[in-house]
Nanobody, 124 residues
């Protein structure tokens, strides 16, 4: 079992930045791919960024490409999401997730472990 805890959410003005962290504990290992999802009110939970087990291969949804950066530090069992140029439409609960796959997982059902979520609110 892997436990995931997100932190770093909050309220920020449009154009600002936030960095989310996802700390993993339990049966921690670098042998799993991870991702960041978000869910806005009334919308489906969507994958916005993902990385393979090493962090060298990444994926971004078009909506965040060029503004968000996913990274991980396996020595610290922590994944990050640097969010720049934030927009009001980025407002959502952000979740980190991990899969037992080594390569990037693009589909929500492929993820085995989930954090509790952290709220990000971007004001206009």
């Amino acid at each position: 079992q892997v436990q995931l805890v997100e932190s770093g959410g909050g309220l920020v003005q449009a154009g600002g930045s936030l960095r989310l962290s996802c700390a993993a504990s339990g049966r921690t290992s670098s042998s799993y791919a991870m991702g960041w999802f978000r869910q806005a009110p009334g919308k489906e939970r969507e994958l916005i960024a993902a990385c393979n087990w090493s962090g060298r291969i990444t994926y971004y949804a078009d909506s965040v490409k060029g503004r968000f950066t996913i990274s991980r530090d396996n020595a610290k069992n922590t994944m990050y999401l640097q969010m720049n140029s934030l927009k009001p439409e980025d407002t959502a609960v952000y979740y980190c997730a991990a899969t037992q796959r080594l390569d990037i997982a693009a589909m929500r059902p492929e993820y085995d472990y989930w954090g509790q979520g952290t709220q990000v609110t971007v004001s206009s």
